[in-house]
């Protein structure tokens, strides 16, 4: 069996007609499996505004897997 510790994949987010104008979504969601074989869910943004050199290109951030019903 494959290891996928420690791996994941994302992809682009297509916008959704119930998406809120006022917030600001991922640009690209996806998961991982973390090192204890946990998948989680991660979500990125590509920061196209930097004023700053200091600034991070990309944020990103991992919450627990939802399972869908």
Same mark, same amino acid.
């Given at each position: 069996?494959?290891?996928?510790? #420690? !791996?994941?994949?994302?992809?682009?987010?297509?916008?959704?007609?119930?998406?809120?104008?006022? !917030?600001?979504?991922?640009?690209?969601?996806?998961?991982?499996?973390?090192?204890?074989?946990?998948? !989680? #869910?991660?979500?990125?943004?590509? #920061?196209?505004?930097?004023?700053? /050199?200091?600034?991070? /290109?990309?944020?990103?951030?991992?919450?627990?897997?939802?399972? !869908?019903?």
């Amino acid at each position: 069996m494959a290891d996928y510790n #420690n !791996k994941g994949s994302v992809w682009k987010r297509q916008s959704r007609e119930s998406d809120d104008p006022s !917030k600001k979504y991922p640009q690209y969601t996806g998961n991982f499996t973390d090192a204890n074989g946990v998948v !989680k #869910n991660v979500a990125m943004w590509i #920061n196209t505004n930097k004023e700053k /050199d200091t600034q991070p /290109d990309i944020s990103f951030s991992v919450s627990d897997k939802i399972e !869908k019903k």
